[in-house]
């Protein structure tokens, strides 16, 4: 090896030596306490898991009663039609009476969009909201029927429909109920 291979190996591990002796103790006090500090604010213990509830099935035991959401059948809307004896009036729907379009749709899926009129008759304008028909506007007339509960038209004006309705009262009787679409709801 040349002399100045030798000189360059001493001056460069002297160098070294110098770099590292300076960082010897500089700053490792400072991370020592940083590390102490840690480890005390550290938690020793995990907290325990927390108990599972086991799943306990439930059974359904409805399901032979019939859906409240399918139409009854026609045996049973006859029976539901006969009217207890101990009502205060005679007022119940004909069950014999041919049903008009607007009766397939309860008066939430309905909303009452204006009225038209010439010199013979006024009509109401009735949205469908629901169902195959959404978005059709129909037009109704005063004595024609509406809605689910055997309600028929008895007024239309600019704000409003007025529907006379016959609902069952739940002890076997029906009893009339006045019903309103009004405009824009």
């Known amino acids: 090896m040349s002399i100045s291979n030798k000189t360059s190996i001493l001056l460069c591990s002297l160098i070294s030596f110098a770099v590292l002796s300076g960082c010897e103790n500089d700053g490792m006090e400072k991370l020592d306490q940083e ?6 604010e550290t938690k ?3 907290e325990p898991i927390p108990k599972v509830v086991a799943y306990e099935p439930f059974t359904y035991s409805a399901g032979d009663l019939r859906s409240p959401f399918a139409r009854l059948d026609p045996e049973h809307e006859s029976s539901s039609m006969l009217v207890d004896g101990d009502c205060e009036s005679n007022v119940r729907p004909d069950p014999n009476r041919q049903k008009f379009e607007m009766e397939r749709y309860g008066l939430d899926a309905l909303q009452y969009a204006g009225m038209i009129a010439n010199k013979k008759e006024l009509r109401g304008l009735v949205k469908i909201l629901g169902g195959d028909s959404a978005g059709v506007i129909q ?3 005063v004595g024609e029927y509406i809605g689910l509960n055997n309600g028929r038209i008895s007024q239309i004006d600019s704000n409003q429909i007025t529907i006379e309705a016959i609902v069952p009262n739940g002890r076997g009787c029906w009893e009339n ?3 309103y679409l009004v405009i824009g709801q």
């Open 139 to 141: 037009p109704v007339h």
């Open 44 to 46: 020793k213990s995990i």
């Open 35 to 40: 590390i102490q500090k840690i480890k005390s």
């Open 177 to 179: 109920r006045t019903q």
